[in-house]
């Protein structure tokens, strides 16, 4: 688990990405909005935080609109962050 807290500490874009979706299912435009990031990062963290299994896409199917959520693993590590003051 310290790897991938040390991963996501290690980038702005993917703590803030991976923080944004911890309020429930959010679409990457909303993410960009909420967090003030544009939209290629939020982009690119989404697709390296699914490959990590710590959010996962609810309609994978859809081309606009797609919803993301936190993952029990992603709660874990913000989690890790948040009681070591990361």
Do not use: F, Q
Not at 55 to 78: F, M, Q, S, W
């Amino acid at each position: 688990m310290w790897d991938l807290t040390g991963w996501i500490i290690s980038s702005d874009p993917r703590r803030l990405v991976l923080e944004a979706t911890m309020d429930g299912p959010i679409t990457p435009k909303k993410v960009s909005d909420k967090k003030d990031i544009r939209m290629e990062y939020v982009s690119r963290s989404l697709s390296e935080l699914s490959e990590r299994n710590l959010v996962e896409c609810l309609n994978p199917e859809a081309h606009k609109g797609k919803l993301y959520r936190i993952t029990g693993k992603g709660e874990d590590v913000i989690s890790k962050i948040d009681e070591n003051g990361l």
